[in-house]
């Protein structure tokens, strides 16, 4: 069976949210009064909001998170996904795959609101048949793992026609505990890379990815 349906990561693998992302989180400590405990810097992007949120603030208090949460918001969910970044090809690249006939996702830790505003905004929405989102879903995903698996259980589709692409060690254990082969984007912030397992395609720009696709895309790899 072809492998046909492309499921992606967005940042870090589609986009550059990082200057917004951390213009963000500045503006929230700075605006609640909240010290930060470690630097601001690209590394942290990719968890969950409230994961990252603790790390920052060093703090597990519900009040505390869901302060910094709320200014976060205000400030990203109005201006700040508009200072987004595609990265390099990425545009022509999903264009290209698209025109060849493959089904195209988005499955992200991003919060689902800003996922669909930051799509619109680029004008990509008609080109995924569905972006999930940990609160995409009721109740809400607990981790990228069951995100993908509850998108695949969505739109009727089995390991073997799926392939994710992402930029993070979790990106590609997640692909794995669902059985689907797994390219690593090291294109974007591809932090990882270094510890990433041996079998994993790795992919350095955007524009040589459907070339990687084409390999993969007739696999019978079942991890």
Avoid at 84 to 100: D, I, N, P, R, Y
Avoid at 147 to 162: F, K, V, Y
Avoid at 204 to 215: Q, T
């Amino acid at each position: 069976m072809a492998r046909t349906h492309l499921i992606f990561d967005l940042d870090g693998t589609l986009i550059d949210s990082a200057p917004s992302i951390l213009q963000g989180f500045e503006q929230a400590f700075a605006s609640t009064g909240t010290p930060l405990c470690r630097p601001l810097s690209s590394d942290v992007i990719g968890p969950p909001l409230m994961t990252t949120l603790s790390r920052l603030s060093g703090s597990h208090d519900p009040a505390v998170l869901q302060t910094l949460a709320e200014a976060f918001k205000q400030h990203y969910d109005s201006v700040g996904y508009q200072a987004t970044v595609v990265f390099a090809g990425v545009s022509e690249m999903l264009f290209s795959l698209k025109q060849a006939g493959f089904h195209l996702y988005i499955a992200t830790n991003k919060r689902h609101l800003p996922t669909l505003k930051i799509l619109a905004h680029l004008g990509w929405q008609p080109w995924f048949d569905a972006v999930v989102a940990l609160d995409a879903f009721t109740p809400p995903c607990s981790h990228k793992t069951e995100m993908i698996g509850r998108l695949m259980a969505a739109q009727d589709l089995s390991p073997q026609q799926c392939l994710y692409i992402g930029d993070r060690l979790e990106d590609g254990q997640a692909a794995e505990a669902n059985h689907l082969p797994f390219v690593l984007a090291s294109w974007g912030y591809a932090g990882d890379l270094a510890a990433a397992p041996s079998h994993w395609p790795v992919c350095a720009a955007a524009d040589a990815l459907p070339d990687v696709i084409a390999r993969l895309a007739h696999s019978s790899l079942s991890l």
